[in-house]
């Protein structure tokens, strides 16, 4: 789960499903000032991120995936206490729609 730099929707349904049967958020956090339907987000602030708990996954989109992707490291290093994921495809992926087997 945290081996991988990037998680598709599926497995942010999934992986956070999962994480929080063990108390664990997961924070989808936005990079371009654009809110993704049918989900929460948080615009980014570092200074309110760093508010969350050790631990709390933070998963960071922007339109593409690319940009954030290539920003994990400076992410990492600004919260070196959370796990940080990029969203593949970020917002130009996003299904609305999308099904999960297990709800949020």
């Given at each position: 789960m945290f081996t991988k730099k990037e998680w598709t929707q599926a497995e942010l349904y999934t992986y956070t499903n999962e994480l929080k049967k063990k108390n664990i958020d997961v924070v989808l956090v936005d990079t371009i000032l654009k809110p993704l339907e049918n989900i929460p987000t948080l615009l980014y602030n570092p200074f309110e991120?760093?508010?969350f708990p050790h631990g709390t996954v933070f998963v960071f989109y922007c339109d593409t995936g690319k940009t954030t992707k290539e920003r994990l490291s400076y992410y990492q290093k600004k919260f070196p206490n959370n796990p940080c994921?990029?969203?593949?495809?970020g917002r130009g992926y996003w299904r609305p729609n999308f099904k999960n087997d297990t709800p949020l």
């Open positions: 991120l760093q508010k994921i990029s969203l593949r495809g």
